[in-house]
């Protein structure tokens, strides 16, 4: 009430310069001049960046958890492990609210439904299994873009700490699918794109001239720049690198939640 009271007053100090008029009706212009001043004074935008990375956050875990699925199907062909991840997944995907964004709830459903088809398809043992998950987590990424989306304009104030820790969930993630990638050099100059991803997200907080690269993130863009090296010549070692520096985000993003 007081924050309305405030752009009330505002408004009728406007009006007064504007038209020199006691009795008047807001123009146009000048209702969209009040919006604009309601929105500079909203107290409630970082609550909202809060909650939308949060949510965030939730869905770039799911993924992660789908991409150890993955894994565990392709490379380390554990069928229990697999469907470990994709239980995982599902439950972090009940968390999210759907009614953030348009069509998100069906978007939600969708990443369910491919989660229940690649669970069927592992007790049957049938070859669509890693198709339904590579669906899956598509359909999770293109989410997260949305819930992007939504808050692009919105300024966070104070929240440097929560965005550190989803730009490290987002380079994980990244070196996952490095790892995936990596299994077959066929598929190295897909790991090698994997890995400039992982940079980008471990440079994520450092856009401003001014700020310089931590020093845990720099050591980790030094060992990517490595593995990367390594995939430029072919090295079978390639993927044992990875593996490490995808170990080593993992502490990191560990190390956030203690």
């Known amino acids: 009430m007081k924050k309305r009271n405030v752009i009330i007053a505002l408004t009728v100090v406007i009006a007064i310069v504007i038209g020199g008029l006691v009795i008047w009706k807001p123009s146009p212009k000048l209702k969209e001049l009040v919006n604009k001043i309601e929105e500079k004074v909203d107290p409630d935008s970082y609550q909202k960046w809060e909650e939308v990375t949060n949510y965030k956050i939730k869905l770039t875990e799911a993924k992660i958890a789908l991409l150890k699925a993955k894994v565990a199907m392709e490379i380390v062909q554990s069928q229990q492990t697999a469907e470990k991840e994709l239980d995982s997944a599902m439950n972090l995907l009940s968390d999210v609210r759907s009614d953030l964004i348009n069509?998100?709830?069906?978007?939600?459903?969708?990443?369910?439904?491919?989660i229940g088809k690649a669970k069927e398809s592992i007790k049957k043992k049938s070859l669509d299994a890693t198709e339904n998950v590579s669906e899956a987590i598509e359909e999770t990424e293109a989410l997260i873009k949305e819930y992007d989306s939504k808050m692009k304009n919105v300024k966070k104030e104070g929240g440097e700490q929560l965005d550190e820790h989803y730009?490290?969930?987002?380079?994980?993630?990244?070196?996952?699918?490095?790892?995936?990638?990596?299994?077959?050099?066929?598929?190295?100059?897909?790991?090698?794109?994997?890995?400039?991803?992982?940079?980008?997200?471990?440079?994520?907080?450092?856009?401003?001239?001014?700020?310089?690269?931590?020093?845990?993130?720099?050591?980790?863009?030094?060992?990517?720049?490595?593995?990367?090296?390594?995939?430029?010549?072919?090295?079978?070692?390639?993927?044992?690198?990875?593996?490490?520096?995808?170990?080593?985000?993992?502490k990191l993003v560990k190390d956030d939640d203690q």
């Not at 069509?103 to 491919?114: A, L, T």
């Not at 400039?196 to 690269?213: G, L, T």
């Open 103 to 114: 069509k998100s709830h069906d978007q939600i459903e969708v990443v369910r439904q491919k």
């Open 167 to 250: 730009a490290k969930l987002q380079a994980q993630a990244a070196l996952l699918k490095a790892k995936l990638a990596a299994e077959s050099k066929e598929t190295y100059d897909q790991a090698y794109n994997n890995l400039e991803e992982a940079k980008r997200w471990y440079k994520h907080n450092n856009y401003e001239a001014s700020k310089m690269i931590d020093s845990t993130n720099q050591k980790m863009i030094e060992k990517i720049n490595e593995a990367q090296e390594y995939l430029k010549e072919k090295k079978d070692e390639a993927g044992v690198l990875i593996s490490d520096i995808y170990s080593k985000a993992t």
